[in-house]
């Protein structure tokens, strides 16, 4: 078994952490690959614009609705923001636009009715969505640099965001028999996702959470080194407007998911990885990875909290988009 020693820190035999060093892997040779093809088609979808075309803007809210002019296609819900208040900035999770849901760093594309979201809206049930949905990214985020290098880490996908299930979610392919985190691995895993979204010697623009789409040709090429993510990729492009792509990144890891997303990571506060549940399908040895967060700011005392990291830890039932699922019956 191997040993693990970090900041005082000693799992003993563990397959599992190495927070001390970022994987030095076939991952990490992928990611950078992936995130040069992502600048570089962020650049070439820039340079396509050409002349920049000018569109109105109708905010409606606190402190008072303005009108603005941004820039087509360059332009944001939060640049908008930034022309408004900074209490806007600050709490600015989602927007939406015209109606429809519309990520933070997403550019305009037309005259627009503008509202931003926050978790202290009367109604936070789309805005509770995208937080979920973004605690799953970001747990895939984790999970990619938390193993030792001999672990065989592939992410295969997460569910749709459901917070009546009590957790976010993220399956993943381990090359691992039967591993059973030990409680101290799962609180090592919770500290890292935590370091990973909320480090204060980073700058918010670090923090930020980029929406990008591509064509399916592209996508499949990004994703070379995935199997799960090439079988899935024409799928979604078929479901998609334009057969399009569309992918999130943060900091250098880059996903697939339709979105929308919270604006940064620092939106992300008290968070535990709560339970890892192995689901077998056919011969592979696939990982539910489940846990539970709290917007930043908002405050819950210890025993309520228990309560749901308890509920956390139960088997969440969402659909597995792999092959004949099994789960192993025993409470990890």
Same mark, same amino acid.
């Given at each position: ?165 009590? #957790?976010?979610?993220? !399956?993943?392919?381990?090359? +691992? %028999?039967?591993?059973?985190? $030990?409680?101290?691995?799962? *609180? /090592? ?116 909290? #228990?309560?749901?990291? !308890?509920?956390?830890?139960? +088997? %969440?039932?969402?659909?597995? $988009?792999?092959?004949?699922? *099994? /789960? ?5």
């Amino acid at each position: 078994m191997i040993l693990i020693r970090c900041m005082k820190l000693v799992l003993e035999e563990s397959p599992v952490i190495n927070v001390c060093f970022r994987r030095a892997s076939n991952y990490s040779i992928a990611a950078k690959e992936r995130n040069v093809l992502f600048d570089q088609e962020k650049k070439r979808q820039f340079q396509n614009i050409g002349r920049i075309e000018k569109i109105e803007v109708n905010y409606k809210g606190v402190p008072k609705d303005a009108v603005l002019v941004m820039n087509k296609g360059i332009s944001t819900p939060f640049n908008c923001a930034q022309h408004i208040s900074g209490m806007l900035v600050e709490r600015s999770a989602l927007a939406s636009v015209n109606g429809e849901l519309w990520d933070m760093h997403r550019p305009l594309v037309e005259d627009s009715e503008l509202h931003f979201l926050h978790f202290r809206d009367t109604d936070q049930f789309h805005i509770n969505k995208a937080f979920w949905r973004t605690c799953s990214f970001l747990l895939g985020a984790t999970i990619v640099n938390i193993f030792k290098e001999e672990v065989s880490v592939k992410l295969h996908s997460f569910p749709a965001p459901n917070v009546k299930s009590g #957790s976010f979610v993220y !399956d993943v392919s381990l090359n +691992l %028999n039967d591993w059973k985190p $030990s409680k101290d691995e799962l *609180r /090592v895993i919770s500290a890292e996702m935590v370091k990973l979204t909320q480090s204060q010697s980073q700058s918010e623009e670090s923090l930020k959470i980029e929406r990008l789409e591509i064509d399916e040709e592209l996508a499949l090429e990004m994703f070379s080194d995935n199997e799960y993510k090439r079988e899935q990729i024409p799928s979604i492009a078929s479901s998609n407007n334009g057969n399009k792509i569309i992918l999130y990144r943060f900091r250098d890891h880059i996903d697939i998911s339709r979105g929308p997303m919270i604006a940064n990571s620092a939106f992300i506060g008290r968070c535990t990885i709560a339970a890892v549940h192995k689901i077998q399908s056919d011969d592979e040895h696939i990982y539910r990875f489940q846990g539970v967060a709290l917007p930043r700011g908002i405050m819950m005392n210890h025993f309520a909290y #228990s309560i749901l990291e !308890d509920r956390a830890r139960k +088997l %969440n039932p969402a659909w597995f $988009s792999g092959k004949s699922m *099994r /789960v192993n019956a025993a409470a990890i």
